[in-house]
């Protein structure tokens, strides 16, 4: 029987699985889940002798597929969409131009709805359930109320959704509304949203799933499972990810370091967070050498999915950053928009522009020499180009109009 406890980062408290507690009640630290991987039975591949799960390759595909290093029993029923297993692609084309020679990129856009939120949410809200709570909110920029509305809706339980007003992408406000979430928006920021999400949570026993809830990084965390397996077990030498409030890069350092724990891997790669130059607490923080990030009171960048001031998992990102050799960089929007469309035209990738933050922070460290030509590299291309439509009409050459006519439109054809 696989055992596992919720453990504060700072002073090592521990929480059961069954209480409901967000940040640990004696220090205020962020909480994590920890196994006792002993007692994790992987069985042997036989191919590459290491301890690889063929058990996993029996559990269909997705998030569920790693359900060894899930905090659950093996009996649970998972609110699932089937998220997950998103493709790697192998970007020859970018990778030119940008002048590294071994490049790939994830395309968590093509999540159930579009952004790699979901691998979180169908664990957060399976934990809900099996908690058995009255209802599940959020603050959020975007993608998590949208990732929640829709999981909330696959379970059949109430959804309360907190957004910063006018600052949310719409694709974004289109989903979380048709899902049937309850949606509010306030005058703040997606900080002060989430302030007051949290005390509604305490005071009307709602389950609150921001990325403070341990239990989403739990299934984010599997996105480097996927790549680990899509590489034939080759670590990559660094994954480089944007970064807003911090949890993902922490759930993606935290099961690489699981597989080098259970003797799977060897390695662990260099973990790069990608900020705006807006929204850059944690960038700057890793800069100046500090333990804790200053916040920022009004973040911004075209990017909202990192319009974030006061990263909450900001200690667990700096750990993975430092303790991974990794780094942290900040880039413009101007950066970010030449990244989006890059990566749309040589590789056929849809991104919203908070997941080509990563492509340009390649661009940059690149030419910065930090990173070096020949390193395996994956980008984490976190959300879909539709979630953002209308930043993508603003920075492309709008259609042309033209009469109905062949030989008029044949003129003025380019190219051919
Ligand atoms: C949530 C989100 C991010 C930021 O992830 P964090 O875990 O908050 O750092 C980046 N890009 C997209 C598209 C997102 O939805
Ligand atoms: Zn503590």
Redo the contacts with the bound molecule.
Sequence with gaps: MKEYAVECIRCRTRFSGTEIVYTCSKCGGLLDIRYDYSSIDLELDAGTGRRWKAKWEGEGEGVWKYRDLLPFDDEIEPITMFEGNTPLYRCDSLAKTIGVTDLWVKHEGLNPSG???DRGMTVGVTKAVELGVKGVACAS????STSLALFAAKAGIPCYVLLPEGKVALGKVAQALMHGAQVFTLKGNFDDALRIVRVLCEEESLYLLN?VNPYRLEGQKTIAFEITEKLKMEVPERVIL????????SAIFKAFSELKILGITDAVPKMVGIQAEGAMPVTRAFKEGKAEITPEAKPETIAS??R?GD?V?AAKALDAIRSSGGTAESVTDEEITAAQIELARSEGIGV?P??AASIAGLKKLVEMGVIERDERIVCIA??HLL?DPERATEICEPPKEVETDVKVVRKMLKGV
Excluded: D, L, M, R
Aim: no cysteine.
């Design positions: 952004s790699f939120k920029t975007g993608n998590t990325s944007p970064v807003g409030n911090a949890a993902n890069i999915a990192i974030i990263p998992n919203e908070a997941s976190t959300g979630k």
